[in-house]
């Protein structure tokens, strides 16, 4: 498995967070019935939020790698391995 680079990771959370929400938006104004809508609102809404979680945890992990030069430390991403450096 090729690992990501923390860059392309961070960038692809971000884009995936905002996917989640414009779907959010979108699925409210396509589905008529109001509690598929509140569902489905906050579905996409909290896929968004795990995504920008992932994304702040991936930062920490990588200024805890910066830090400690010398030591490895690896990062993950939903489970994939992200090169730091």
Do not use: H, Y
Not at 11 to 27: G, K, N, Y
Not at 40 to 58: D, K, Y
Request: hydrophobic share 60%; charged share 15%; aromatic share 8%.
């Amino acid at each position: 498995m090729t690992a990501l680079s923390l860059e392309s990771a961070k960038t692809i959370a971000v884009v995936i967070a905002i996917a989640f929400v414009a779907f959010a938006v979108i699925s409210a104004w396509v589905i008529k019935n109001v509690m598929m809508k509140i569902i489905a609102i906050l579905l996409m809404i909290g896929l968004g939020l795990g995504v920008w979680t992932q994304r702040t945890n991936l930062q920490d992990c990588a200024d805890r790698a910066k830090a400690k030069i010398g030591d490895p430390i690896t990062c993950t991403f939903f489970g994939s391995e992200v090169s730091v450096g």
